[in-house]
């Protein structure tokens, strides 16, 4: 991870939950277009696997945009909280690991609904292209971002297990519990929800679950990582604070003007530097 993070480290995406939470506005936008047109778009931007291999490659990519749910104020509540998780992740893990951690989830959920249809297409024995057309415009929309949200609820728990939040804004609980039952609800949906459900979660899930076995695997904990990236980011701040040059007489730096010009005075007794505006006006220092 190091050495791909020294790498493609100044690629990665800062504040990225919120690029996501934009993506979903987006949805909501076209979904509302739609609406007023008697047009279902959001249709023609699902993850489906079936059009996408007949030529409609734009859902590769469009289906990131597809909200996880109708638009009400429990959906902005929890749009905020999410937020609120990711952000406090990413501060965590640093920008670099937290993209990691998004995009392999996007990545691992289209793979799963490549695999998702092989497989259909193998206990069934093929189907017509017709009801091929049907069933899996449908099931696209098991596979959106809902359950890498999810994932980043997962994942804040794992790594803060015993913060508390207040359940339903009064009961306080702690987030591992929360984490906990997640989990279950999970298993449940995995055995009884449909053919995409279970391709959907499990794909979308395996970012949380290969993260933190590697976690484990290395012997560092969350508390340790979390630590570590505080310490990382208190010496990116004062290796930023660090000037090159400072006036002995005003304190200015390049910092403050980039076109000051600065010079050491060598008839002063030490290491004197001084900028233009007192190179020629200061009193030597003997």
Known sequence: MSKFEKK????????????????????????????????????????????????????????????????????????????SLGSTLERTWGTYRYNV??????????IGSFLCMGFAYLITGGMAAETASVIFYNGSYAFSTYYINLSIFLAFAATYPDMQVLLMFVIPVKVKWMGILDAVLMVYYVIMGSLFTKFAIVA???NFVLYF???????????????????????????????????????RTEEDDPSLEFRFCSKCNGNYEYCQYHLFTHEHVK
């Open 101 to 110: 951690y998004i995009f392999s989830g996007m990545l691992f959920t289209i």
């Open 204 to 206: 979308s899930l395996l």
């Open 8 to 83: 493609f480290g100044k690629y990665a995406i800062p504040n990225l939950t919120l690029v996501l939470i934009m993506c979903y506005v987006a949805g909501y936008i076209i979904q509302l277009m739609g609406a007023a047109g008697g047009t279902n778009l959001l249709g023609f931007l699902t993850l489906d696997p079936y059009r996408i291999l007949h030529g409609q490659i734009w859902r590769l990519v469009t289906w990131v945009i597809v909200p996880p749910d109708s638009l009400d104020i429990f959906t902005i509540i929890m749009l905020f909280f999410y937020y």
């Open 213 to 251: 076995y590697r976690l484990h695997k290395s012997r560092i904990s969350p508390k340790q990582m979390h630590r570590k990236a505080q310490f990382e980011r208190k010496t990116n701040e004062g290796r930023a604070k660090a000037t090159r040059h400072k006036c002995a007489i005003c304190g």
